[in-house]
């Protein structure tokens, strides 16, 4: 894991705020979502991108019922089909 030298303190609410400079390099933008993982005591946050329920394929996705899927298992489903 790399260091960014950068500290802060976290408010009254539970908040941090990551500061502009990581966010442009992390293409991380307003009403972005990020995951939270724990990995022993550090906190990880990454940006979230919505995977396909069958193969966890983040690119291409759709979202159908609430369920995400991508073009490859909808066509590979639809094959099966006819």
């Known amino acids: 894991m790399k260091s960014t030298g950068i500290v802060r303190k976290v408010d009254e609410l539970g908040r941090i705020v ?3 400079e990581l966010r442009k390099n992390l293409d991380i933008n307003i009403k972005d979502s990020l995951e939270i993982y ?5 906190v990880i946050l990454k940006k979230y991108f919505p995977a396909c329920i069958f193969c ?3 690119e291409d996705v759709l979202s159908f019922k609430g369920k995400n899927i991508c073009k490859n298992c909808l066509k590979q489903i639809s094959n099966q089909i006819d």
């Open 56 to 58: 966890g394929e983040a």
């Open 38 to 42: 724990v990995d022993g005591n550090s």
């Open 18 to 20: 990551l500061p502009m």
